[in-house]
């Protein structure tokens, strides 16, 4: 009962910090005041920029480390062989639910702790700037449908602590989104990062250190996939593009169909 509990309450949590983060990335406390209240104020802090409006390194050096403690969480987390070490102090079924608090708590520290840099690149005007916007409620709502497309609660950890000794790691389900894309969920990820209508260096800088952070992090997350599913993911991957959506549903051959 007690994995449970605290299964639920990090889950809680991160979906807190999910949500101040989209708040912070799309600077939706400057324009909604009571998301301000709630949330950091956003990316790009007050929106006013320095004097002789010159780039902070300094600024830039910080922001991209404070990141980097994140990329390094997962990179180090996801690996099979840390996975086994710590499996040997807590319970296999709470593993997921470590993984996400930890992730949760380094994310939480970057939105609290990101210095802004509101030097505007580009700035888009009406009504192509609704269009914008809506792109970027868009990527947050690819983000959040995405995960229930395959399993949102064993993503997040739920499945396994519910399930406890009896967890099996779930079969690949290829359904929806996933027939024309690998990972829509990151897309939805990038979709969010990118489109806004005012482009400044803080927020550029933060949507490419993730770009590579995803980039990176898809490679070492398919392999690690591949270990576990075997034939049944390398055909799907061979046949559906990563990032950029097919205009064809994926169909899986008739070996594969058996295998589901």
Same mark, same amino acid.
């Given at each position: 009962?007690?994995?449970?509990?605290?299964?639920?309450?990090?889950?809680?949590?991160?979906?807190?910090?999910?949500?101040?983060?989209?708040?912070?990335?799309?600077?939706?406390?400057?324009?909604?005041?009571?998301?301000?209240?709630?949330?950091?104020?956003?990316?790009?802090?007050?929106?006013?920029?320095?004097?002789?409006?010159?780039?902070?390194?300094?600024?830039?050096?910080?922001?991209?480390?404070?990141?980097?403690?994140?990329?390094?969480?997962?990179?180090?987390?996801?690996?099979?062989?840390?996975?086994?070490?710590?499996?040997?102090?807590?319970?296999?079924?709470?593993?997921?639910?470590?993984?996400?608090?930890?992730?949760?708590?380094?994310?939480?520290?970057?939105?609290?702790?990101?210095?802004?840099?509101?030097?505007?690149?580009?700035?888009?005007?009406?009504?192509?700037?609704?269009? &914008?916007? #809506?792109?970027? *409620?868009?990527? +947050?709502? !690819? =983000?959040?449908?995405?995960?229930?497309?395959? /399993?949102?609660? @064993?993503?997040?950890?739920?499945?396994?602590?519910?399930?406890?000794?009896?967890?099996?790691?779930?079969?690949?389900?290829?359904?929806?989104?996933?027939?024309?894309?690998?990972?829509?969920?990151?897309?939805?990820?990038?979709?969010?990062?990118?489109?806004?209508?005012?482009?400044?260096?803080?927020?550029? &800088?933060? #949507?490419?250190? *993730?770009?590579? +952070?995803? !980039? =990176?992090?898809?490679?070492?997350?398919?392999? /690690?996939?591949? @270990?576990?599913?075997?034939?049944?993911?390398?055909?799907?991957?061979?046949?559906?593009?990563?990032?950029?959506?097919?205009?064809?549903?994926?169909?899986?051959?008739?070996?594969?169909?058996?295998?589901?």
């Amino acid at each position: 009962m007690i994995e449970i509990i605290i299964g639920l309450a990090i889950y809680g949590y991160f979906f807190y910090v999910f949500s101040m983060t989209f708040a912070w990335i799309s600077n939706v406390g400057s324009y909604i005041p009571l998301v301000g209240l709630l949330f950091p104020r956003g990316i790009d802090g007050d929106m006013v920029p320095p004097r002789n409006n010159a780039i902070d390194t300094n600024a830039v050096v910080h922001n991209v480390l404070l990141f980097c403690i994140f990329v390094v969480q997962h990179f180090i987390m996801a690996r099979p062989a840390t996975k086994k070490v710590i499996t040997k102090v807590i319970p296999v079924y709470l593993e997921r639910s470590l993984f996400v608090l930890c992730a949760s708590a380094i994310l939480h520290l970057i939105v609290t702790h990101w210095t802004p840099i509101p030097i505007v690149l580009y700035e888009i005007g009406a009504p192509w700037s609704y269009a &914008v916007w #809506a792109t970027c *409620a868009f990527g +947050f709502v !690819l =983000v959040f449908f995405s995960t229930w497309m395959i /399993d949102h609660f @064993d993503l997040f950890g739920l499945r396994q602590v519910f399930m406890g000794n009896n967890y099996t790691h779930p079969p690949l389900v290829v359904q929806y989104l996933y027939k024309y894309v690998r990972h829509p969920l990151y897309l939805g990820f990038l979709m969010n990062f990118y489109a806004t209508p005012v482009m400044t260096v803080g927020r550029l &800088v933060f #949507a490419l250190t *993730a770009t590579a +952070f995803i !980039l =990176v992090g898809i490679q070492l997350e398919e392999r /690690d996939i591949v @270990d576990v599913l075997g034939r049944e993911y390398e055909e799907y991957r061979s046949a559906v593009p990563m990032l950029i959506p097919s205009m064809c549903p994926y169909k899986p051959t008739r070996r594969a169909e058996k295998r589901h």
